[in-house]
Every structure is written in structure tokens, then in C-alpha cells.
């Protein structure tokens, strides 16, 4: 059964970087869109990042210039490299995979539709 371990969250200082790091199971990751999503406390789950099979990717405005979504397909792992971070940046944040080539379900939509989703890693900046 298709798994994704999230692993790379913790505090930092605003200014600061984290890579997040989500590894599949039973999943490859160059097959279809993949994506990374956040939630704060009392505020709705929002897109960050997303990245198709034939490497596109997206990015919410607020992420753009500072994140970095990636794939290394050896490893079978999906990063988010995090940089300049700052307060409003902490939240939950959870990795997703479609079964999709394209991003359509999770980043087109209104309202994203993913069939798999990590446990989700928590992300604090002060």
C-alpha cells in the first residue's frame, strides 16, 4: 500500500531554512504530480508547491523565490527546500500524490483531490 513518510520539520529562527522531506512506498515518484500543502491553526489547508511527472512546478505567490520544490527519483523522495523563512511560514505541512501526470487535481482545482498524503510535519519559525 502506497506510504509517504515525512520527515525535516522543527523551530527556526525567521531567516532561516528547513528541508522537508517526504520518501514513498509502493509509490514511484517520477510517475505523477506530487505536492506539498500547509495549515495553520484555524486556517483552511493551502497549496505551497507542486510538482508534475515531467518536472513543472508550481508555486503559491509566498513561496515563490524562497521555496523549492524537488524530486530525486533514486531515492524515490520528494523535497522541499525552504529558505528566508518567516513566522507566517509555520503551519503543518503535509506532502501529497496523485495518481495524475499533470497537476490538475491538486493544484488546478478548487479544491485539491489527492488520493495519498503524508502524516504531515509541523514547522515553526520565530
Known amino acids: 500500500h502506497v506510504q509517504l513518510v515525512e520527515s525535516g520539520g522543527g523551530s527556526v529562527q525567521a531567516g532561516g531554512s528547513l528541508r522537508l522531506s517526504c520518501a514513498a512506498s509502493?509509490?514511484?515518484?517520477?510517475?505523477?504530480?506530487l505536492g506539498w500543502f500547509r495549515q495553520a491553526p484555524g486556517k483552511e489547508r493551502e497549496r505551497v508547491a507542486a510538482?508534475?511527472?515531467?518536472?513543472?512546478?508550481y508555486y503559491t505567490d509566498s513561496a515563490k523565490g524562497r521555496f523549492t520544490i524537488s524530486r530525486d527519483d533514486a531515492q524515490n523522495t520528494l523535497y522541499l527546500q525552504m529558505n528566508s523563512l518567516k513566522p507566517e511560514d509555520t503551519a503543518m505541512y503535509y506532502c501529497?500524490?496523485?495518481?495524475?501526470?499533470?497537476?490538475?487535481?491538486?493544484?488546478?482545482?478548487?479544491?485539491?483531490?489527492?488520493?495519498?498524503w503524508g502524516q504531515g510535519t509541523q514547522v515553526t519559525v520565530s
Open positions: 509502493a509509490y514511484t515518484v517520477s510517475s505523477s504530480c
Open positions: 510538482i508534475d511527472r515531467f518536472r513543472n512546478t
Open positions: 501529497s500524490a496523485t495518481t495524475q501526470p499533470g497537476c490538475y487535481d491538486i493544484w488546478t482545482r478548487t479544491r485539491p483531490v489527492a488520493p495519498y
